[in-house]
C-alpha cells in the first residue's frame, strides 16, 4: 500500500518495486554518488561560514590569520562568481614560497538579502595527497571551534561484530570525480553495508550538507533497508546503530538552527517513502489462567521507510520554512522530511576508553532480536498541519496506517484528497496519477501542487 504523495517520489528517485530482495537501488541518492570510491590519502574538509557580510571576504581573512600563526606561511586563492550565471566561487590554498597546491575546493555564491538567519555557505575543500591531509588537520586544530568544521577521510572501514558479522563503511567521491569543483560540490557519500559471513544482510546510503545553502544541515541518511530474506531478524537497528556511531565519530559541524540548543549535529532523512525496508514482529497482551498479562507473539508486519525512521530511530517531522519553502513549494509532502539532532561528542570523549571497539560493540543492540520497541519521533496532521509531541497524540489511518490526523474532524476534510490513495495498491494509484496528469506515461513526473 501507498501513499499518493510518496508514490511520485519513490518513482522519481529509483526505488525498486516490490516484490523483491531490496527496497531501494544503490542509486537511491539525490545528493553524493550511489558509487563511493575511497582513495588513499584523499579527505574533504568543510567549513561553516555563516555571517552577514561576504562570506569570501571573512573566508580569506580566516586564512590569512591562520598563515600568520603557521610555520609554514599559506594563502587562499580564489576564482569564479563573478559573472552572471557563475555562482561558484573556485578556491585553492597554496604554499607562498612553492605554489604547491595543498587543498581545492568550492563555495557557493549566494545572495545574502534572502532574510533567512539560518541560511549560510559551506566552504568545501579536497586534499589529495598526504600533506594536503596534514594541512587541513593543522588548520582545524589551529581554529579550535569544535563543532563548526568537519574533515571526512576518504576511506574504507571494517568492524567485526559478533557471530559472523561485520559492518562496512565506504566514504569517497564517485568513481569519475577527481575533483569538487562543480555545482554540487563534489559527490561525497558514505556507502554502509552489514555483512553476515559473505551475504550482504543491509545495507544505508548517506550524503553530507543535502547541496543546500543551510550549514544546520548535517549528514543525509538516502536509505537504508534490509535483504527481504533476512527481514525480521533485527538488522536494521544494528546497521543504525553503526551509522550513528559513525556520525558521532566523524561529523562534527554543528547544527546553527535558532531552535537547537548548542552542540548538535543535525541528521536529515528526505524522500520517505512507505516501501518496505524490515519487518517488525507484533505482539499482543494476552491473559492466561492465573488472570496474568503475558506477551504473545501474534505475527510479523512490514515496516516501510517512513516508519523506521520516525517509529524506531526517533526523527521527527521538520517543516520547510522560508527559502527552501519557497523553492518546494506545495508539491512535496508534509511528513516527507524528517531530523534529528545527534549531541556532539568533545574531543575527549572520542579518546576515551569508553569508546573503544570492544565497548562499542558490547552495547550495540542484539543480534537476531527481531521485536523493534517503537520509539516515537513527531507526526504531523496530513490536513491542518499540526504536530504532535508523540505518535500517540494524533489518530492513525486504520485503513492505509500512513496518514495522521489531529481527530476525526481532520480526517473527514481530508478524505476528498486522501482517498485517492487511501490503502490503494501501487498500481491503482499509478492508473490515479496517469488520469489526473501527475504522472506522465514516459516515466517523467509532472507534478500539480493542487494534488496535494
Not at 248 to 256: K, S
Not at 333 to 344: G, M, N, R, S
Request: net charge neutral; glycine share 8%; aromatic share 8%.
Amino acid at each position: 500500500m501507498a501513499n499518493g504523495e510518496n508514490l511520485a517520489y519513490n518513482w522519481r528517485y529509483n526505488v525498486v518495486h516490490e516484490p523483491t530482495e531490496w527496497a531501494f537501488n544503490w542509486d537511491y541518492s539525490e545528493g553524493g554518488t550511489s558509487q563511493p570510491t575511497p582513495r588513499d590519502h584523499h579527505a574533504t574538509m568543510i567549513l561553516t561560514m555563516n555571517c552577514l557580510t561576504c562570506p569570501l571576504a571573512e573566508l580569506h581573512k580566516l586564512f590569512k590569520m591562520l598563515s600568520k600563526r603557521s610555520n609554514r606561511p599559506f594563502k587562499l586563492v580564489s576564482s569564479g562568481g563573478t559573472e552572471e550565471g557563475d555562482y561558484m566561487y573556485k578556491l585553492k590554498v597554496k604554499r607562498k614560497k612553492s605554489e604547491l597546491v595543498l587543498l581545492e575546493g568550492a563555495m557557493q555564491k549566494r545572495d545574502h538579502d534572502d532574510g533567512d538567519p539560518n541560511v549560510g555557505n559551506y566552504a568545501t575543500f579536497e586534499a589529495k595527497s598526504e600533506l594536503g591531509i596534514s594541512m587541513a588537520k593543522e588548520l582545524l586544530d589551529a581554529l579550535q571551534l569544535h563543532g563548526l568544521h568537519a574533515l571526512i577521510p576518504h576511506e574504507r572501514v571494517e568492524k567485526v561484530l559478533k557471530k559472523g558479522y561485520r559492518v562496512v563503511s565506504v566514504t569517497g567521491l564517485g568513481p569519475d570525480s577527481d575533483d569538487v569543483d562543480n555545482d554540487e560540490r563534489g559527490s561525497l557519500a558514505t556507502r554502509f553495508t552489514l555483512f553476515h559471513e559473505d551475504e550482504e544482510v543491509a545495507r544505508c546510503h548517506m550524503t553530507y550538507t543535502d547541496c543546500s545553502y543551510d550549514p544546520s544541515i548535517g549528514p543525509t541518511v538516502e536509505m537504508i533497508t534490509v535483504k527481504q530474506s533476512r527481514r525480521g531478524e533485527g538488522l536494521a537497528k544494528i546497521l543504525w546503530y553503526w551509522v550513528n556511531i559513525f556520525i558521532e565519530d566523524n561529523f562534527t559541524i554543528e547544527c546553527m538552527n535558532n531552535v537547537v540548543a548548542p552542540g548538535h549535529v543535525m541528521v536529515k532523512a528526505t524522500q520517505l517513502t512507505t516501501s518496505e525496508v524490515e519487518t517488525r514482529e507484533e505482539k499482543k497482551k494476552k491473559k492466561n489462567a492465573g488472570n496474568e498479562d503475558m506477551h504473545i507473539s501474534n505475527r510479523m508486519i512490514p515496516v516501510g521507510f517512513k516508519e523506521l525512521m520516525y517509529d524506531y530511530c526517533g526523527f521527527s517531522v521538520r517543516e520547510q520554512k522560508d527559502v527552501m519553502a519557497a523553492m518546494c513549494g506545495r508539491g512535496r509532502p508534509k511528513d516527507e522530511e524528517a531530523v534529528k539532532y545527534i549531541p556532539l561528542l568533545s574531543k575527549e570523549e572520542l579518546l576515551s576508553s569508553s569508546r573503544t571497539h570492544e565497548a562499542l560493540v558490547k552495547k550495540m543492540p542484539k543480534i537476531g532480536k527481531g521485536y523493534m520497541r517503537e520509539k516515537c519521533g513527531k507526526r504531523i496532521c496530513m490536513f491542518c498541519g499540526r504536530i504532535g509531541s508523540d505518535g500517540s497524540q494524533l489518530l492513525r489511518c486504520a485503513s492505509c496506517s500512513v496518514a495522521f490526523y489531529c481527530d476525526k474532524k481532520c480526517q473527514k476534510e481530508d478524505w476528498t484528497r486522501h482517498k485517492k490513495w487511501c490503502a490503494k495498491s501501487r498500481e491503482d494509484v499509478r492508473k490515479t496519477m496517469l488520469d489526473e496528469g501527475i504522472m506522465e506515461e514516459d516515466g517523467g513526473i509532472t507534478i500539480d501542487p493542487r494534488s496535494f
